[in-house]
Nanobody, 125 residues
């Protein structure tokens, strides 16, 4: 069992920045990959970013590459998504997720085993 709790999101103007964190408990944090997904109203949940157990390998959706940075602190059981140059189209509920069994970084919703409750990010134009 893994429990995931995201930090509060918020409302930010376009071009601004926001930092999301995800606190994990349960299984040994450094043993599994983590990811961020988002879901906008009326749309399917989509991949944002993922990070390997050690933090040495990361992957990003094309839509956020160069603007978002994923990182993790295995000593603190925490993962962070730093979001810069935010755009209105980044508005969504953001979810952190844990992938306990894949051998590589996964970008598909179905590969992840545990999910946080989600946090709203709203970017105004």
């Amino acid at each position: 069992q893994v429990q995931l709790v995201e930090s509060r999101g918020g409302l930010v103007q376009a071009g601004g920045s926001l930092r999301l964190s995800c606190a994990a408990s349960g299984r040994t944090f450094r043993s599994y990959a983590m990811g961020w997904f988002r879901q906008a109203p009326g749309k399917e949940r989509e991949f944002v970013a993922a990070i390997s157990p050690s933090g040495g390998i990361t992957s990003y959706a094309d839509s956020v590459k160069g603007r978002f940075t994923i990182s993790r602190d295995n000593a603190k059981n925490t993962m962070v998504l730093q979001m810069n140059s935010l755009k209105p189209e980044d508005t969504a509920v953001y979810y952190c997720a844990a992938d306990l069994y894949s051998y590589r970084i996964a970008t598909i919703v179905g590969e992840y085993d545990y999910w946080g409750q989600g946090t709203q990010v709203t970017v105004s134009s």
